[in-house]
């Protein structure tokens, strides 16, 4: 099909080689976090939950129906006054993360309820108006930094509780001046963001899925543009506008808007062609849906460590990131599942980090035991699953291969084994390698 004309298409090259992106395609762990005041409820309020009432726990200022509390937007929306997070410590998160072995993270300064974690001069629903009154961005940002892991930005454009936002296009002049008060005040948000934290790498935009905004597309063309100019190397993901067709994550002509794709949210690409070869990364709850803390986990399926690093050996297999969310609660505190995870997490990484960080995907056929990521021209993992029930792992290799047993050579034996077949059977336990019997008539294709 011929290429449209696109006036408003990508900003920015496919697959930028600056040093910022570099960093960001090594990522393979991130972390996210939501918290505001959502964090205070937990997703229930006076021992009610609004596990049937909101979409989800971020979204529970929305709760309706039959059991949502009498008066519920007005009493959510005054929750600024109780928001007083005496545990909270971002070097503590900060450290936690490192150990984890998380790379960047990605951190809400608003979500969709408006209130801002930051002292805005845009609006007085911000931080200061709580008894906490400190900078929780600022204190997020520094942490973080100082432990070594870049940050991101999350930020949504859609707020529930402002009366400029408009759902649908603005139709009247009237209501198209009220709307670009809303667009001036976005902006001016965006540009207090990139002066009070210079060190963040990027942004995670988010609500940006309503016609006045789609509609808006000169306007967020441009302000790409002056908040990349403002901030060189800055990074932005493909949620932040679409084309003059209305087109999201991809323009009318399949490019990417944006330096990395945002579509990858609580699912992963099933194949490394759906990618198209764009940068991407793979949001994650850990509960099967709920971003901000719920106090409640009992009844749902909560993934364990073992769903969470095959998710993230998929996602780095395919030259995506994998990024966990947490969603501390109201003191600051992350829920205990989230500690144990962490904690799981971290010990796996300290062993397996070689196939992880700083990897691509490679052109080995699809294994069954797990996934293959390439290091460097000559080192290639296998992480392994999905255990045969014979504990032999059949590999496919090239015929002069070395084979080094990742564990063994954690364990300081490593025997590099001369191929003699095309595939060879591994003994997971044994760490020693068999050759496999190949039919008389079987022909390596493997040079
Ligand atoms: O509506 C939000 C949701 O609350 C959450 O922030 C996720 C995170 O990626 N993004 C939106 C849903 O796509």
Do not use: C
Request: hydrophobic share 35%; charged share 25%.
């Amino acid at each position: 099909t011929e290429k449209k004309e696109i006036k408003y298409g990508p900003l920015t090259d496919k697959n930028r080689k600056d040093a910022n992106m570099e960093a960001f395609r090594n990522y393979g762990l991130g972390q996210f976090i939501h918290w505001g005041l959502y964090a205070i409820p937990g997703n229930e309020w006076e021992g009610v939950s609004a596990r049937k009432g909101a979409a989800a726990s971020e979204w529970i200022r929305s709760w309706s129906g039959p059991n949502a509390p009498k008066n519920w937007i007005e009493t959510y929306d005054n929750l600024y006054k109780q928001f007083n997070p005496k545990d909270f410590d971002a070097k503590r998160w900060a450290k936690q993360a490192k150990d984890m072995g998380a790379k960047y993270m990605i951190f809400t300064t608003k979500h969709h309820d408006g209130f801002a974690l930051w002292p805005t001069k845009t609006t007085d629903y911000n931080i200061t108006k709580t008894p906490f009154k400190k900078d929780v961005v600022k204190a997020v940002v520094d942490a973080y930094t100082a432990e070594g892991i870049d940050v991101y930005l999350y930020f949504s454009v859609l707020e529930w509780n402002n009366p400029d936002y408009f759902y649908k296009a603005p139709k009247t002049e009237a209501e198209k001046a009220k709307y670009n008060k809303f667009l001036q005040y976005t902006r001016a948000q965006l540009l207090e963001l990139l002066a009070n934290y210079p060190q963040i790498k990027g942004f995670w935009f988010d609500g940006t899925w309503d016609q006045a905004w789609v509609q808006s597309y000169d306007f967020t063309y441009n302000l790409e543009k002056e908040l990349r100019a403002k901030h060189p190397g800055l990074i932005i993901g493909s949620r932040f506008r679409n084309d003059e067709f209305g087109k999201r994550h991809f323009d009318s002509n399949g490019n990417l808007l944006g330096d990395y794709e945002q579509g990858w949210e609580r699912k992963l690409p099933k194949d490394y062609s759906w990618l198209d070869g764009n940068d991407w990364d793979a949001v994650m709850t850990i509960p099967p849906n709920g971003w901000g803390y719920m106090k409640d986990w009992s009844g749902l399926y909560t993934k364990t460590t073992d769903d969470l690093l095959d998710m993230l050996m998929q996602s780095v297999s395919m030259n995506g990131n994998f990024v966990l969310n947490f969603g501390p609660d109201g003191l600051g505190n992350m829920h205990p599942g989230e500690d144990k995870l962490a904690k799981e997490l971290g010990d796996w990484m300290k062993v397996n980090h070689e196939a992880v960080y700083g990897v691509r995907h490679t052109d080995l056929p699809l294994s069954k035991l797990g996934y293959y990521t390439q290091k460097d021209s000559t080192t290639v993992y296998l992480t392994v699953f999905n255990r045969p029930v014979n504990n032999i792992a059949r590999i496919a290799v090239a015929k002069n291969a070395k084979l080094v047993p990742v564990s063994a050579q954690i364990l300081g034996d490593a025997k590099a084994l001369e191929v003699k077949h095309a595939d060879i059977g591994l003994d997971l336990d044994k760490q020693t390698y068999y050759d496999v019997y190949i039919p008389e008539n079987y022909k390596s294709n493997r040079a």
